[in-house]
């Protein structure tokens, strides 16, 4: 299975868009970044025919160690989900994308 890397990615926006190599890099960087930002902030990151990344707060529980069988608290965390939109979906099950907008939400 491939992997596609920061490296390929600011390589495709430098083939396709027509920045320099130095500006496609920055550009991969600065959407990055904001994205990031964001989902530290706990706003969601919206990306229109792709998904939508957000901050979920899980809460305190008890979990078990599977080699010994001793319960253990797991803390309180904030979790990533990731929900892809029904064209990401589709494109990943090489069907039809549905009618519409495209979008979970």
């Known amino acids: 299975m491939?992997?596609?890397t920061r490296a390929q990615l600011a390589e495709s926006i430098?083939?396709?868009v027509g920045l320099s190599r130095n500006e496609?890099?920055?550009l991969l960087e600065l959407?990055?970044?904001?994205?990031?930002?964001?989902?530290e902030?706990?706003?969601s990151v919206k990306i229109s025919g792709f998904g939508t990344f957000s901050v979920r707060q899980k809460g305190r529980r008890i979990g078990r160690n599977p080699k010994t069988g001793v319960e253990v608290p797991i803390l309180p965390r904030r979790v990533l989900v990731f929900r892809p939109s029904q064209v990401l979906k589709a494109h990943v099950n090489h069907a039809v994308p549905p009618e519409g907008g495209g979008d979970d939400e």
């Open 31 to 39: 959407v990055l970044e904001r994205m990031s930002s964001a989902l």
């Open 14 to 16: 430098y083939t396709q």
């Open 41 to 43: 902030a706990g706003e």
């Open 24 to 26: 496609s890099a920055d």
């Open 2 to 4: 491939n992997t596609v």
